[in-house]
């Protein structure tokens, strides 16, 4: 390499460059983290909710306020839907879609159709289909259950594609080998592919588990019984019935938004790459 | 082994360049595969039709009727539109949606920015990637009170901070206000977003290969002439598909929207889902909704066909929900 | 095959997930060693002497109503002692006929029916004297 007079110059530069760039980047989190510190202050104090004006930092915090939320709502009833709910949807996911995505790696006739629609489906979304699905739901006989809520979310296009793509990055030869010693279809899937895509199978349940415990609107028009209700539904109701009057409205909030935020951190990869297997093709 | 040449599919996002093969094996073999493939696609297949296709084709026809749930259902034909066209309130849940949808540009250049920002070689910058994307996975309805009352109007963080600095006397009713509900509705779903904007658009940054800046550099080149001439026109796909999903967060934002102002002081801040939503679910005007979302799901196709149009024919359907 | 299963332990999505747990279930141990659900205090004068023979009630409190728990009178040190409390929120006040009453104090507790012994004691005021 040869000496670069302008080193000195160029490295200030980036220098200084840094600095304005690391404080860009704090006014963005700043602005990104202000309503999570709002609400957990808030959910510890509970101030600011009748006296104005706000205190900026938290005064005397109490754990309470989470006390209340667990015992005066049936909030365990709540968790334990959403899960049931989460679950059924999670596993139906994983299987279905590594299913239809297994079938995808075959060629056969019709498959170009099968691609063309799946792909035409994902410019559907949901919530222009909620009339028509409720009153098929409600054919089914599965309004107010948990199937009946997890079964639109039982198979998802985008997690089918996450598996195309790392089924077909399996080696061929590694298949043509299991075949010539005899192993069923079955048994290919299970001991060559699906080991082999862990990471799909992980960004399936993760996708799937936030679509599902995040789900409202599907919930509240399915729902009718107050035992059925999930989450996100119970802290709507809490919303209604008690609007602004307790410091147990956040506690719930931060309750509610733990789970979520607890698997993002623990999961990001996945989390990141089942968002993006949109923008990078195939 | 002959390798035929690749089956011509509908072009489609570039999917799997797979190659056909010739189909050595008895009939019965391929027979038994054939059975297997369509089993295996059939569970999602129904799952798909049941809650999509089915829906959309039954929405059309809901459109076309006047239904009744216990009563006979009849054929009115165009009736509803000529009501729709006669209903206000349609006509603001559309304005609003398209100003929703007018905020997407102005959430993509803020995440471009901080994509921008973050993709430089800066400490730490994986802290900050986690951070701004943080608000996404997040559930909406917890959002919503979150922000709802940080607008509230008497202890209120925005009051109290717009009250410090002097820059209003009174309290403004944010989320009660006319001309401040769908605005405040709208701060609060780019914060949310934000995130997932800058994903995609680091996942495109991070595509474009080093040596063109280099090069440029090279050149001698300035920074902003390298952004616009080589950073720019290289995101195009990803700006595109951030842009499809901010239209598509407009016609989805029902939780958002209800939690915050159920609609907002006289359909201020209606958007078209939630109007869709109280026909069919609180005023029991199921055939009515079904046509609002006909209308609807055609906006959204065409917004998407002309931003593919806009953005050069790259098509970059992703789902989002 | 012991790597693959340390491994596999170490896992952040098995570790974290069997850590909550644990720390659930010691939770659990620890609050059903704790809810006998006794509350004790001591209720005192207003010269700070122990007052005996007053009347302590409980009260239960959720979002939006107070309910009567039962009362209780003190022993002649001033201490008294609930033995049935099944809430996490609870209002007490010590009253003597005719004479004062104290202030209505907030227990909080961080399960239900946590023994808990109040810290200060319960200070009865005089009642101001009747007009006329």
Not at chain 2, 128 to 142: D, E, G, N
Request: proline share 5%; glycine share 6%.
């Amino acid at each position: 390499m040869t000496a670069n007079p302008h080193r000195p110059r160029r490295a200030a530069a980036r220098r200084k460059h840094h600095w304005s760039l690391h404080v860009g980047l704090l006014a963005v989190s700043f602005f990104m983290l202000v309503p999570f510190y709002w609400v957990l202050k808030t959910s510890l104090t509970g101030e600011n909710i009748f006296v104005y004006p706000p205190k900026l930092l938290p005064n005397d915090p109490h754990p309470f306020y989470y006390v209340d939320v667990w015992y005066l709502i049936p909030f365990a009833r709540y968790l334990a839907n959403s899960a049931i709910v989460s679950a059924l949807a999670i596993t139906a996911n994983v299987v279905f879609n590594a299913m239809a995505a297994y079938a995808l790696t075959k060629h056969f006739r019709g498959r170009g159709l099968i691609i063309t629609l799946l792909l035409s489906c994902m410019m559907i979304p949901f919530q222009t289909t909620i009339v028509p699905a409720y009153l098929i739901t409600g054919k089914l006989g599965l309004l107010n259950s948990y199937l009946g809520m997890a079964l639109p979310t039982f198979s998802t296009i985008v997690c089918i594609f996450v598996y195309k793509a790392s089924f077909d990055a399996v080696p061929k030869s590694l298949i043509d080998a299991a075949r010539i010693d005899g192993l069923s279809e079955l048994q290919v899937i299970m001991k060559i592919m699906i080991p082999l895509s862990a990471s799909a199978v992980a960004t399936n349940v993760i996708l799937s588990f936030i679509w599902s415990w995040n789900n409202f609107m599907w919930p509240l028009i399915i729902v009718r019984d107050p035992n059925m209700q999930t989450l996100p539904l119970g802290l709507s109701r809490f919303l209604t019935y008690h609007e602004n009057t307790t410091g147990a409205l956040y506690a719930f909030c931060v309750m509610v938004l733990l789970p979520g935020i607890l698997l993002f951190l623990m999961a990001q990869r996945e989390f990141i790459r089942g968002l993006t297997s949109g923008a990078t093709k195939g | 082994m002959q390798n035929a040449p690749a089956a011509a599919m509908p072009a489609v996002a570039g999917l799997a360049h797979a190659t056909a093969r010739p189909r050595h094996g008895g009939g019965l073999k391929r027979r038994r595969e054939l059975i297997l493939i369509w089993v295996f696609l059939l569970p999602s297949l129904v799952v798909f039709f049941l809650y999509r296709i089915l829906p959309l084709l039954w929405n059309v026809m809901l459109s076309f009727q006047d239904f009744s749930l216990f009563g006979k259902t009849g054929w009115i034909g165009i009736q509803h539109y000529r009501d729709m066209l006669e209903d206000e309130v349609f006509w603001t849940s559309l304005w609003n949606t398209l100003l929703y949808i007018a905020s997407a540009p102005v959430g993509i250049v803020l995440a471009l920015a901080i994509a921008l920002m973050v993709n430089a070689e800066v400490r730490g910058r994986n802290v900050y990637r986690t951070i701004v994307f943080l608000s996404y996975p997040l559930m909406t309805v917890a959002v919503g009170i979150i922000w709802r009352w940080m607008y509230d109007e008497k202890v209120g963080l925005f009051n109290y901070v717009l009250r410090t600095l002097g820059i209003i006397d009174t309290p403004l009713p944010f989320l009660q206000s006319f001309e401040w509900a769908l605005p405040s509705i709208l701060l609060a779903n780019v914060w949310q977003i934000l995130g997932f904007y800058m994903i995609i658009l680091l996942a495109g940054l991070q595509n474009i290969p080093q040596n063109l800046y280099e090069a440029a550099s090279i050149d001698g080149a300035s920074a902003t002439q390298q952004l616009f001439r080589i950073t720019l026109p290289l995101l195009r796909p990803s700006i595109f598909l951030a842009f499809v999903i901010g239209v598509m967060t407009s016609f989805t934002s029902f939780d958002l929207v209800y939690v915050m102002t159920q609609g907002g002081p006289a359909h201020s801040s209606e958007l078209l889902v939630t109007y869709i939503y109280k026909n069919a679910f609180e005023l029991s005007k199921v055939d009515y909704a079904a046509a609002l979302t006909v209308v609807q799901f055609l906006l959204l196709v065409a917004l998407t066909w002309a931003g593919n149009r806009i953005s050069g024919g790259e098509a970059g359907a992703v789902k989002t929900e | 095959m012991t790597t693959t299963w340390l491994r596999l332990i170490g896992h952040r999505f098995v570790l974290i997930p069997f850590c909550l747990a644990l720390t659930a279930a010691a939770w659990n141990g620890y609050v059903s060693l704790h809810d006998g659900g006794l509350v004790r205090g001591v209720v005192l004068g207003p010269g700070g002497a122990a007052v005996a023979g007053a009347t302590v009630s409980m009260m239960e409190k959720n979002f939006t109503t107070n309910s009567d728990r039962g009362s209780t009178r003190t022993r002649a040190d001033g201490s008294f002692e609930f033995t049935n409390n099944r809430s996490h929120n609870i209002l007490l006040r010590a009253e003597v006929a005719g004479v004062g009453r104290s202030e209505q104090i907030t227990v909080r507790l961080y399960f239900r029916s946590q023994n808990v012994t109040l810290d200060a004691p319960l200070t009865i005021k005089l009642d101001p004297p009747r007009n006329g």
